[in-house]
């Protein structure tokens, strides 16, 4: 028997935060397909500052944004700049930036952990919280999805945030060369 309707999915904006209490509590919206060049623009934005530190783009700003979105077990999540007072700040002045992306999260269930592919925040979301209050929302959707180990990976020389990931709770477990960039792999336990 077929039916009329058909179930939202993974990369459905339909679904915003409705899966998710970990991201209706951080304002956090679930990226769609339709997402795909806010994504590559805050990606981009927040990460090549990064370039002349490492002697290249950092690993993200070279992701298939289709084929993250599509992909099993990978979830993306947007917080977008409001227009409400003590809100995140804009460039754009008052009301003038609501709805366009500050952040994101990229994650990918594996079978033992919640794997943190990429967090990134917009320059003019940057000092506000913002980025606290992401990883506090990955803490929660790993616990959503049944995890309690988060792992991430960041290049050697983003040394700022590997001593934001260490206050944050993460512990660094090795340091290798994987996908052609020196790499420091960190973990933390949760729940």
């Known amino acids: 028997m077929t039916s009329d309707h058909s179930e939202p999915t993974p990369t459905d904006p339909t679904m915003m935060n409705a899966t998710s209490p970990a991201a209706q509590a951080a304002g956090l919206r679930r990226a769609g397909v339709t997402d795909a060049a806010t994504i590559t623009a805050l990606t981009d934005a927040a990460y090549r500052p990064w370039i002349p530190i490492i002697g290249r783009e950092p690993g993200p700003m070279g992701d298939d944004i289709a084929a993250l979105l599509s992909a099993p077990g990978t979830e ?60 506090r929302f990955v803490d929660g959707r790993a616990l959503e999805l049944g995890q309690t180990q988060i ?23 090795e340091r290798r060369v994987d996908e052609g960039f020196s790499r420091v792999f960190m973990t933390k336990q949760i729940g």
């Open 76 to 135: 993306v999540w947007i917080a977008d700049l409001a227009a409400g007072p003590g809100e995140i700040p804009s460039d754009d002045g008052p009301g003038q930036a609501a709805g366009r992306a500050a952040g994101l999260v990229v994650l990918m269930s594996e079978p033992d952990h919640v794997l943190l592919h990429s967090v990134a925040v917009a320059p003019v979301a940057q000092g506000t919280g913002l980025g606290r209050r992401l990883m």
């Open 151 to 173: 792992r991430l990976y960041t290049h050697v020389k983003m040394a700022r945030n590997i001593v934001l990931y260490g206050r944050l709770g993460y512990q660094e477990t």
